[in-house]
Nanobody
């Protein structure tokens, strides 16, 4: 069964850091581009970051550029999102996504206190 399982969310003070992980199961992870999205209640999902299959190419949304870093470990079937200098407006649910399969994870909640 194909699935994505996120972890690593939690509560952190503004200026702090968190690292999110997303483990892929049931498909050949290493040949797929992966993305992180985030979504606040009542709002559209926002693209946070994208990483190519090899990890050599990454892109970021303007709101997180310079603060967040996407990476991957193909041997562990895992994509990461390192989030630094967190702000209260980063308080949302984060999802990893594989567009080939149209597969979303269950989401992990990040809360940044001011």
């Amino acid at each position: 069964q194909r699935q994505l399982v996120e972890s690593g969310g939690g509560l952190v003070q503004a200026g702090g850091s968190l690292r999110l992980s997303c483990v892929a199961r049931g498909f050949t992870f290493s040949i797929h581009r992966m993305r992180w999205y985030r979504q606040a209640p009542g709002k559209e999902r926002e693209l946070v970051a994208t990483i190519s299959d090899t990890g050599r190419t990454t892109t970021y949304g303007d709101a997180v550029k310079g603060r967040f870093t996407i990476s991957r470990d193909n041997a562990q079937n895992t994509v990461y999102l390192q989030m630094n200098r967190l702000k209260p407006e980063d308080t949302v649910t984060y999802y990893c996504y594989n567009e080939w399969w149209g597969l979303w994870g269950q989401g992990t909640q990040v809360t940044v206190s001011s």
